[in-house]
């Protein structure tokens, strides 16, 4: 055992090494043996109980570190901060001084409902960071002090030597030393759909992309074949799994764009509504009026001024909305993620999965310079029987006890194609049973199987082109003989499908007529003088719907935009195929990216649609500089790798199927398919809760503004105050409660897809929404007046306020009914689409007449019985406003006023 001192001194030489090591931690930039002694350690023993001991207490646990949870006290804080929130706050207080109890308890209810669907929506985001710890090893086998020993995952120190087997989980970032046809799963750091071949001496550039490095096994990937030894070179939170948890953790999520909105109309209409209930407030004690009354008048049209049933509305469209995504196998996690979908300009979607269809499919077969169609007559052709018996039987994938293909995902699809051409191996191997192998290792690149072929025998070999070729001295035509080959030629096919994103395998054969000649298993001699049958290329393909995805988004003005780990060639191959760039556009890999500064990212970003081979990092600062440059983002994904940038983005959407979970708790919405077409027709469900909202603000403010006008503006015609407190709210409480709720359901407008996104920083009030909330409102309002005038100029003492107040709530029955479409014809074939909005408008209607007619109400509501004259031009007044509305929407058809 070493002295205290030697064990100090190493110690402080491990501290010196790591932080004099290779830039960047490039540990994969050098060999094993180099990465051992720079940590002091051995790769025969490793290290002492006495140095990991040192170790530890100098680099912290090997677990990624936990934040402080916020309090539920600060959550609910939080929540209740909104400057929308504070002003109905503030007007469940006034309702509750001047004796409005209910109306007060109302917003109390509004606002604690939004308070706790928020903090359960901020509690569950918190959750990834759990998800992510949850997926380190729990466990690992290392050396220490020359034993194996199994110890907690979490007291693995830089140094330590870990033993890696099939099945594994790796438990910190390791510089491989050791392999044996290792192969591990990184998709959830890359995207790779594909197992990645581990090689211990394997040299790899400095600034190799993370799925490039080959020598190192990174912690939380799963090792899918094979053995291997590895030193840990980083632990904890400085693994690549740990730094995807900084990023995580520090990634702030967007405020949507409806949230922005909301607060900036909250702000103006806080500050509004109580400038004109002061001025309301001064000019009514100028005239003389009572104070108190003017007092309970101005405070009551400060109520009725705020739409508290904005919030409710607001919830009940997203929720109906999100209902909708959910038969469309969208499941929404944040509510205004809903309408965020709408606003989307710039849709970023991982490939594997999404686009593609997961599954390695066999895409071309060639053979002496032509593609084989593999389904043609084997007559014809006696190269096809030969290389489809070789696709069958040269594998190890079997099927399970549901029929299904099982094993390595290219064998898989091989197998798959040899069967779809009638070559299945488990019929075959009863001709030819095997009888050996020579499996396939990440240094010889290939794997022969032989087989029994009645009293000879037959050896199959298939790998990599530049491994197998150089073992084969003739090729197979057409006629089945054999042919001098022409090694060159092959590789050079085999290089332009590879450049295609194609992977390649070749495949060969060697005929024993007599068993007794063959070598025996094990022999190096079975791969010689082989006859090459063809080349086998795969690709991951399309999904057949996502084509027409991306048109319909590019028809809808969405810009889509493909970010995976995948290789720069296998990227261009299928966004050529599904749109997203033509044959000449750009492909940016992670290398180009990281030389790029920031401000030369932005300049490009416009036209950038496919990114190849980025890292985390990469992905959040494709995110950001795209919202930069006003963009507003979707990204999709599926694997750790993901997470950041679906917290940073606009919107996060995450696969239901082949997704982690800490992807879906990054996420606000998951698709249940893993479908980019999915998300397409979230869009239009999002662009119509939007146009829902609109229609609920402009007609609610509109509403308040009539009610404003029509009380502001009677002293200046020398009237008194028309309405009553109580009018005010009940008009507040009935106008703006079941219509408004209503308009939450009307359907989409029939241009929804065919229009641009709406610009990220463009008002609730653009297109023509303030103008038609002044001039409406003040037209109500005028009206309002006129029926007073008339009524009392007529006699009507007992009778002229409450005409005023039936022309006020019916002028407000016939708007809503006007405003259901922004260009559409009010009686057109749309007008029976919303059955809830016209039993609204009727149950209103019912309401206000027995208002008027019951005498109970009469004294509640300080109301009087109307002639039916009265009540018919009460009628006929209200459909004023409505008219007007509609001719409104006839010049804007034609382009006569709000051009877009």
């Known amino acids: 055992m070493a002295a205290p001192n030697d064990e100090a001194k190493r110690s402080g030489m491990i501290e010196s090494h790591l932080l004099s090591g290779p830039a960047d931690?490039?540990?994969?930039?050098i060999s094993a043996q180099a990465v051992a002694r720079r940590l002091s350690s051995d790769t025969r023993r490793g290290l002492t109980d006495a140095e990991a001991s040192q170790r530890r207490e100098r680099f912290g646990e090997n677990a990624v570190a936990e934040q402080v949870p916020r309090s539920i006290w600060s959550m609910i804080a939080g929540q209740l901060s909104d400057f929308m929130i504070l002003v109905l706050i503030a007007a469940a207080v006034v309702a509750g001084l001047v004796g409005e109890l209910k109306d007060s308890v109302v917003i109390v209810v509004i606002v604690a409902l939004n308070a706790v669907v928020g903090v359960f929506q901020e509690w569950r985001a918190e959750r990834a960071l759990e998800m992510l710890r949850g997926m380190a090893a729990p466990t690992a086998r290392i050396l220490r002090a020359g034993e194996q020993r199994i110890v907690p995952a979490r007291e693995i120190v830089p140094g330590d030597v870990v033993l890696l087997s099939e099945g594994d989980i790796v438990p910190a970032d390791l510089r491989l030393a050791e392999t044996s046809a290792l192969s591990a799963d990184e998709s959830m750091l890359t995207g790779e759909s594909v197992p990645v071949d581990k090689v211990a001496e394997l040299f790899v550039p400095?600034?190799?992309a993370l799925g490039d490095r080959a020598n190192m096994a990174f912690k939380g990937t799963i090792l899918t074949h094979g053995r291997g030894v590895g030193l840990a070179v980083a632990t904890g939170m400085e693994t690549e799994l740990g730094r995807i948890a900084g990023i995580l953790e520090s990634a702030e999520r967007v405020r949507t764009p409806l949230q922005r909105r909301l607060a900036r109309f909250g702000q103006w209409l806080g500050i509004a509504v109580l400038v004109l209930c002061a001025m309301l407030l001064a000019f009514g004690l100028m005239r003389g009026e009572p104070p108190l009354l003017m007092f309970l008048t101005a405070v009551t049209l400060a109520v009725a001024a705020v739409p508290e049933a904005l919030p409710a509305v607001v919830t009940v469209a997203l929720a109906l909305g999100a209902r909708e995504m959910m038969s469309h196998n969208g499941l929404v996690r944040v509510l205004?993620?809903?309408?965020?979908?709408?606003?989307?300009?710039?849709?970023?979607?991982?490939?594997?999965?999404?686009?593609?269809?997961?599954k390695m499919h066999v895409d071309i077969v060639t053979s002496g310079g032509e593609d084989l169609d593999l389904d043609g007559s084997r007559e014809d052709d006696r190269r096809i029987g030969a290389l489809v018996s070789a696709m069958a039987l040269c594998s190890d994938a079997a099927i399970n006890a549901d029929g299904e293909l099982i094993g390595d995902p290219t064998e898989t699809a091989i197998s798959a194609r040899a069967a779809a051409a009638g070559s299945e191996r488990h019929k075959l191997e009863e001709r030819f049973p095997r009888i050996g192998e020579l499996a396939f290792d990440s240094d010889r690149k290939r794997m022969t199987t032989l087989h029994r072929d009645g009293t000879g025998v037959v050896a199959f070999a298939k790998g990599a082109p530049e491994a197998l070729l150089p073992r084969c001295t003739s090729r197979r035509t057409v006629s089945g003989d054999q042919e001098a080959l022409n090694a060159e030629e092959i590789l050079a096919k085999a290089e332009q499908m590879a450049n295609e994103g194609l992977r390649v395998i070749a495949f060969a054969e060697r005929r024993w007529p007599d068993a007794s000649n063959a070598p025996r298993t094990g022999s190096d001699d079975i791969e010689r003088a082989m006859t090459f049958l063809g080349l086998v290329g795969l690709l991951d393909p399309p999904r057949p719907e996502a084509a027409e995805a991306v048109a319909l988004c590019r028809r809808a003005g969405i810009t889509p935009v493909m970010i995976t780990g995948d290789h720069p060639s296998t990227a261009r191959r299928i966004g050529q195929r599904l749109g997203f760039i033509d044959d000449g556009d750009s492909v940016i890999s992670g290398l180009e990216l990281r030389d790029m500064s920031d401000a030369e990212l932005e300049s490009r970003i416009g036209g950038l649609r496919i990114y190849a081979r980025t890292d985390p990092a990469q992905k959040i600062r494709i995110v950001q500089a795209l919202q930069s440059s006003g963009e507003i983002v979707a990204m999709t994904g599926d694997g750790v790798n993901d997470a950041p940038a679906l917290k940073r983005a606009d919107i996060g959407v995450a696969m239901g199927q082949g997704g982690t979970d800490v992807a879906r708790e990054a996420s606000s919405l998951v698709l249940l398919d893993d479908n980019f077409a999915t998300i397409v027709g979230a869009v239009r469900a999002g662009r119509r809760i939007y146009d829902n909202i609109r229609k609920f603000i402009k007609y609610t403010m509109t509403s308040n503004s009539g009610e404003i006008w029509t009380i502001s503006l009677a002293p200046f015609f020398g009237l008194p105050i028309p309405l009553l407190p109580?009018?005010?709210?009940?008009?507040?409480?009935?106008t703006d409660g079941l219509p408004g709720l209503a308009l939450a359901v009307e359907p989409e407008e029939e241009d929804v897809m065919q229009r641009p996104p709406r610009p990220p920083d463009e008002s609730i009030f653009a297109r023509g929404m303030w103008q038609h909330i002044i001039w409406c409102g003040l037209t109500m309002g005028l009206v309002c007046l006129a029926t007073q005038l008339w009524a009392i100029s007529t006699g009507r003492e007992e009778t002229w306020q409450t005409m005023v107040f039936t022309v006020l709530t019916l002028s407000q029955m016939g708007h809503v009914l006007a405003i259901r479409s922004e260009l559409t014809p009010l009686l057109s074939s749309r007008f029976f689409s919303n059955a809830a909005l016209l039993g609204a408008v009727g149950a209103t209607f019912a309401l206000?007449?027995?208002?008027?007619?019951?005498?109970?109400?009469?004294?509640?509501?300080r109301t009087a019985p109307l002639s039916a004259y009265e009540l018919a031009v009460c009628i006929a007044l209200s459909t004023i406003v409505a008219a007007l509305v509609e001719v409104?929407?006839?010049l804007a058809r034609r382009g006569l006023l709000y051009p877009s």
């Open 25 to 29: 931690d490039r540990w994969h930039a």
């Open 206 to 208: 400095a600034d190799a």
């Open 336 to 358: 205004p993620a809903v309408e965020t979908l709408g606003s989307v300009t710039t849709i970023c979607s991982d490939k594997t999965g999404t686009l593609t269809q997961n």
């Open 726 to 734: 109580i009018h005010i709210l009940w008009i507040n409480l009935v």
């Open 848 to 861: 206000q007449l027995a208002v008027i007619y019951v005498p109970y109400f009469n004294d509640v509501f």
């Open 888 to 890: 409104e929407k006839w």
